[in-house]
């Protein structure tokens, strides 16, 4: 039942998707490099700090926060083989047409940035810059199904929200 | 990482939907209800079999078992109070601000029938008929945060899905 | 090609989407008459004119600005016999299987407000309320396909934005 | 007013589609090749007249020809100079933070093929394929601001298709 008096967790909401990158090695720092190296070309005047501003920005969000903690505690609940199957071997193997991470982080996080952040996320999903190079490619080490699609699409958000301030 | 050997297990995934329905006494033809009245206005000559197919053909699609069984996995996962928080507690209390319920159910299921099936959907969910009207009032029963947005949006694409074949 | 030094219109394009809504004697306040009719059984404090205050800020959005513009203009050049066949033909009779009206206004003006805005779309779009009705009702004064999509879309994100206010 | 007699104009949407096509000297099989390159790394044993296939497919679909129509006709008419004022000059000069382009193409085109073809027509958008990159660097031969975008869009769809083929 939606529960009208329930006051929507800000703070803690922040903090558990913080914390949990912190726990992978990544830094908001990582996050802003994707971000300032794929707007830089199209606006060479940016500076590193109003890349590193937008990223907390886009993770203030709460419609950003509550997709991205249902995607952590997917990855999370999938490391401990605590899903049902068949889902729990479909995330575990990270199926090429499973879809709802991308769902999830295209059109949880970055969609709501617009089309511009749409389409940052389709091409940093392919071409994995910076932290995304190392997330894909990190083994043993729990399941990252939806965490790399995450940060794909902050960065991609970030990145949508400087080409319109610059526009 | 993805392993492209893993065999995507529709028939496992088809059988967990829908006995998860079941076990909330969910019957297809209570969803080949909803989406028979919602279309009769616009095809006179509409038949319940016809409806009742739609609705079959849609739960096969892979694309749509996805968002249901991440769905069903978060409502279970939360009526047995095993997400991490403050998730938990969102999901609980069926947030009004949290949208991936509606996410995983427009934006996953609905929407790959295209945008006639979008906006039947957020007709659905906001005039509860038919089944969706018990899902909404039932209490005491374990959390069903997205399951009613699940059936909205599966009787919403089997509505389109028939709009289409009469046009 | 894409023009760098192309600076965007922002008061141009509002007073263009303005001054139509007036040419179809649509003020802002009936748009926001639907945005707080359909919030205040969720937010029983609102006040109207916070409801003025968010379509006001809705439609100052660059990204609703466009789709709007591109509707409008659509539907003008319908009215006009000038655009190419079928599609004219398709506008005209506003096909129910066209898409392309709910597409702009849920994907391009709702959307980016969450998945709020997109479920109070979806329910506008069916249940026509004030001017909605109106528009839909409303026969030999030019085509208006794309019009009454674009009024329901604003005032659905201008209800998902009060939602996030108070919640 | 909705015209429920309306037969859908199937066969002329195709035709007008294939022949705009045409005119810009694109050739399906240009499309189909986009489409092949991207997905031989996922697919070894792909076949190039599958990819022919695919995009036919997907060109025949209605919601595909519906927004690709309506980009087509408004490249057509910015051509001519015959859009309204502020969007004439957004459309011509293919302003960055138009978005509508994408839209039509990500959300009303490839979007349907679910989210391996929205994550596929991000990557083609940026990263300029065969025919895509002529389309991006010819001058003076009118505005050709959606049709990049629709083409994209149209193998992206293909490639997801090929996707689940072979899952």
């Known amino acids: 039942m939606n529960n009208r008096n329930f006051k929507y967790p800000d703070t803690a909401a922040y903090n558990c998707i913080i914390n949990y990158f912190k726990s992978k090695q990544i830094k908001l720092e990582d996050i802003a490099s994707i971000t300032y190296k794929m707007q830089l070309k199209f606006i060479p005047e940016l500076h590193e700090d109003e890349a590193m ?41 990270d199926a090429g047409v499973f879809g709802v991470d991308e ?3 295209e059109g949880g996080i970055s969609g709501i940035y617009g089309k511009i952040a749409t389409t940052n996320f389709g091409y940093l999903d392919r071409e994995k810059h910076g932290i995304l190079k190392r997330l894909d490619t990190v083994k043993g080490e729990g399941v990252n199904t939806f965490l790399d699609d995450i940060i794909a699409a902050v960065a991609a958000a970030a990145g949508a929200k400087l080409a319109h301030k610059y526009a």
Chains 1, 2, 3, 4 share one sequence.
């Open 53 to 93: 501003s937008a990223v907390v920005d886009v993770l203030h969000k709460r419609e950003v926060m509550n997709n991205a903690m249902v995607g952590i505690a997917l990855d999370q609940l999938a490391s401990k083989s605590e899903l049902p199957e068949p889902l729990q071997s479909i995330v575990e193997n």
């Open 103 to 105: 769902l999830l982080a």
